[in-house]
C-alpha cells in the first residue's frame, strides 16, 4: 500500500500555509511512498530541499482507501520563512477553507484540524505545534547541552520518537502514552540484566498529563548485518532472563486469544485450518517461556564492529514459548524462509546450540505460524486503538479484508472462499 503524505506547511504568526494554486482551487504539496517509509525524515528532508525550516510537528489523520493511505504531515515551518518553490504561496488557512482544493481529502483534514482553534492540532498529548519546542528544551536540560539537529521519525498524537545531536553525542527521545509506556520500565529492566544489550536511559520522566518522556543514549552498531550473530545472542539473553525471571512489565502472552482471533478472521479454510493446527502444536510443545520481542525487525537489531548486539524497539514484548522471537527474527531477516524448509536454515541452528543445553526437535514451521498469527494481531489491536482515538479512518469491512489476504497469503494458506 502507497502512502500519500500531504504537507501541512505552517507560519503559526500568521496563520498560513504552503499551498499551489490550481485555477480556483488550491493544493498542498504531496509526498507519495511506500507503505514502511517514515514519514517524518522524509517530509524533514523535502522541506529541506526548497529551504523551508521548522520542525515536523505531526502526522495525524491517516485514511485509508482501497490502494492507498493518506496523512496529513504537518510542519511548523519558522518565522519568516522564504520557501525556494516558485510554485509555492503563503495563503491564510482561513483562505483556504473558504475555496474548494483539489483533493478532498486535504479540505476534510485542514478542516478537522482547525476544528479546535485558530491552529491546527488534534486530540492527544502531542497534538498540536508547540511540542517540538518542548521537548527540545526538556531534552536541552537533561543532557546539559543545547541540541545541534534533530530528526522526527514519528510524530503521532499520542506518540513521538525524535533523534538529536548534542554535545555528548545522539540521543533518542520517546514520548509515550498508556499501555506504550511500558517500553520505558521494560528497557531499564532488560538493561539491568544484560547492559551491553539495551539502551541506556538518561531520563525518565511521568508527566502530569500522563505522558511518559523518555531519553536514550545512542546504541552503536549497524542495522541487522548479522543474522547468526543475532540469533545467538537473543539466545543467551533468553536464557539469562530465563534464570532470573520475568521483568513486572511483561506480560505473559495469549496465544490462543490471538489465535482464536484468526482462525475467526480466516473461518473455514485451508489457511485456517494451518493456524489452528500449528497454533495448537506451539501450546503443547514443552519450551521455555522467557522474553519473546515480537517486533524483532533488522532495524531493531544493532551489530557494532565488536560484534556486539544491540535490541531498541521492545515494546511488543511478552513472556512467552522462547523459539517464537527467533521464528519472527527468521521471517524478517530471511524474505525467503518462508518458501524454504525450515529444517534447511541455518539460523534455526545456531539459535538452538546458543543454548547452554541446546534445544532440539523443534517445529518450526508451527512456531512461524505462530509467529506471524501473533504479529498481525498486535498489529490489528494496534489498529483499533488508533481508530478509536481518531487517529486513522478506515472501513471496518475493508481493514478486515486486507488483514486477511495478508494473512492467508504469510502464512501460505488459501484465501477463504468469501474473499
Known sequence: MKQHLNLLIVDRDRRSALAATCGSRWLLPVVTCSERTRAGPLAA??????????????????????????????????PDTIVSDASLEWRSLDALMSHPPVLEYQQWALGRTLAHGGLPSVEGPFGNLWWPDQV???????????????????????EIVLGAD????????KGLVGERATEARLTQSLAAIAPDSFARTLALDQRADGTVWWLTAACAGRSGDDAHRTAETLARIQERILTTGAPLELAALDLLAAAGWACELL????????????????????????????????????????????????????WGPAPLAMATLAARTLPSARGARPSDLAIYRTWETAWSA????????????????????????????????????VDGDLAAERVCRRLANAIGGALPCRL
Open 358 to 393: 541446546p534445544l532440539t526437535g523443534l517445529d518450526w514451521a508451527a512456531f512461524e505460524t505462530a509467529a506471524t498469527v501473533v504479529q498481525t494481531w498486535l498489529g490489528w489491536r494496534r489498529l483499533e486503538r488508533h481508530i478509536a482515538r481518531g487517529e486513522v479512518y
Open 267 to 318: 473461518g473455514e479454510s485451508p489457511s485456517g485450518d494451518v493456524v489452528r493446527r500449528h497454533c495448537a502444536r506451539v501450546v503443547s510443545a514443552a519450551m521455555p517461556a522467557t522474553w519473546i520481542p515480537m517486533d524483532l525487525d533488522p532495524t531493531n537489531v544493532l551489530v557494532d564492529d565488536d560484534d556486539r548486539v544491540r535490541f531498541i524497539d521492545v515494546d511488543d514484548s511478552f
Open 45 to 78: 528532508r523535502w522541506c529541506a530541499e526548497r529551504d523551508v525550516t521548522g520542525d515536523v510537528a505531526g502526522q495525524w489523520l491517516g485514511r485509508v482507501t482501497s490502494d492507498a493511505i493518506d496523512w496529513l504531515v504537518v510542519v511548523a515551518a519558522a
Open 136 to 158: 527540545r528544551a526538556w531534552i536541552g536540560a537533561a543532557v546539559g547541552s543545547r541540541l545541534t539537529s534533530s530528526t522526527p521519525y514519528r510524530a503521532g498524537a499520542h
Open 166 to 173: 548534542c554535545a555528548p553525542g545522539r540521543v533518542y527521545f
